[in-house]
């Protein structure tokens, strides 16, 4: 039976379990690698700009999302935006309970289209709305690794 025929009797699939040796490695791609390394490097946001529709994307692509054109105007953007929605996670990733509530928010970048997922802090969830200030605190440059956790997390101010 070739591979694209439909099977009609599945009592004739066979199914082996096992393991196979496999490792995947995933890059940030173009655009990711220079939002990241700037990140890392100098400490400031960059973002893609559409000289087409002038949605402005942070982290960066490499093509617009609405006209499909090809983003290559880089432009740093603010490390303070707009709260414009959170939660409150109760477990982890693997779904253990972890030891106390984390805030995430998706914040808006000022001069930005797009938000970002990140963790909040120093803030309470009953001192959260729609729109509030925040801003990003990042680690010590010394510690930074090129990765979305160089944002340590956003906090209330400007
Ligand atoms: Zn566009």
């Known amino acids: 039976m070739a591979l694209n025929e439909r099977m009609e009797r599945v009592g004739e699939i066979k199914i082996w379990y096992g393991n196979l040796p496999v490792e995947s490695l995933?890059?940030?791609?173009?655009?990711?690698?220079?939002?990241?390394?700037?990140?890392?490097?100098?400490?400031?946001?960059?973002?893609?700009?559409?000289?087409?529709?002038?949605i402005v994307y942070v982290p960066g692509r490499i093509f617009c999302e609405r006209c499909f054109n090809k983003l290559d105007e880089w432009v740093q953007?603010?490390?303070?935006?707009?709260?414009?929605?959170w939660t409150e996670l109760h477990v982890d990733i693997n779904g253990e309970k972890l030891d106390a509530p984390v805030l995430v928010g998706l914040i808006k970048l000022?001069?930005?289209s797009t938000v970002m997922?990140?963790?909040?802090?120093?803030?309470?969830?009953?001192?959260?709305?729609?729109?509030?200030?925040?801003?990003?605190?990042?680690?010590?440059?010394?510690?930074?690794?090129?990765?979305?956790?160089?944002?340590?997390?956003?906090e209330p101010g400007v």
């Open 117 to 154: 997922v990140h963790r909040l802090n120093n803030v309470t969830r009953e001192e959260l709305k729609f729109g509030l200030q925040v801003k990003a605190v990042l680690l010590p440059k010394s510690k930074r690794t090129g990765a979305i956790t160089d944002i340590a997390y956003f």
């Open 77 to 85: 953007v603010a490390s303070s935006g707009t709260l414009e929605s």
């Open 26 to 54: 995933y890059t940030a791609g173009i655009a990711g690698e220079k939002f990241f390394r700037t990140l890392k490097d100098q400490g400031k946001f960059l973002g893609a700009r559409c000289v087409q529709c002038g």
């Open 110 to 112: 000022d001069g930005t």
